[in-house]
Each structure stands twice: as structure tokens, then as C-alpha cells.
């Protein structure tokens, strides 16, 4: 089920009659016949964006299992600590 809003005067659909600003949860299909009878009857709301989630960090460790340190010559990069 979609949720669209109605954006003409009234109209008909499998649930019922409905008027200008109301919302509807309607199938996409039936959403899709409706527009093609009557152009921008209603208009189906975008899913929304999903929010990036920021990388997981955690300290680099060295081949024999140690703590990495940063190196204070890169400035702009801190190798001790790493994405996961």
C-alpha cells in the first residue's frame, strides 16, 4: 500500500470517494491506473531518505597485534584509528 494525496476536486477509488487534500493508502498499481484516467489525480508520497550511517571507527593495531600511534607529520590523517 502507498499513501497518495488527492489533488483534484474529488475522486473515486476502490476505498471510497475522496476530496482535494485527503490522504489515501492505496495499491501502487491501482494509484497508477487512477493518474492515467485523470492526469495528477493523486500524487503518491516519496519514500524517505534513508540516513547515512557514519562509518564504524576503531584503533588500527599494527601486525603484531600492538596499538598503531599517529603519525604527527600527516596532519590531516590519523592513522591510529581506522574504518571498520
Do not use: C, Q, Y
Not at 476530496?19 to 487512477?34: M, Q, S, T, Y
Amino acid at each position: 500500500m502507498t499513501k497518495a494525496t488527492v489533488t483534484v476536486a474529488n475522486v473515486f477509488t476502490s476505498a471510497g470517494k475522496f476530496f482535494k487534500g485527503d490522504v489515501v493508502n492505496l495499491p501502487a498499481d491501482e494509484i497508477k491506473a487512477i493518474n492515467e484516467i485523470r492526469a495528477g489525480a493523486l500524487e503518491a508520497e516519496k519514500p524517505a531518505a534513508k540516513a547515512k550511517v557514519p562509518a564504524k571507527r576503531k584503533r588500527a593495531r599494527n601486525e603484531n597485534g600492538t596499538l598503531r600511534a599517529d603519525n604527527p607529520s600527516t596532519i590531516h590523517i590519523n592513522e591510529a584509528w581506522v574504518n571498520d
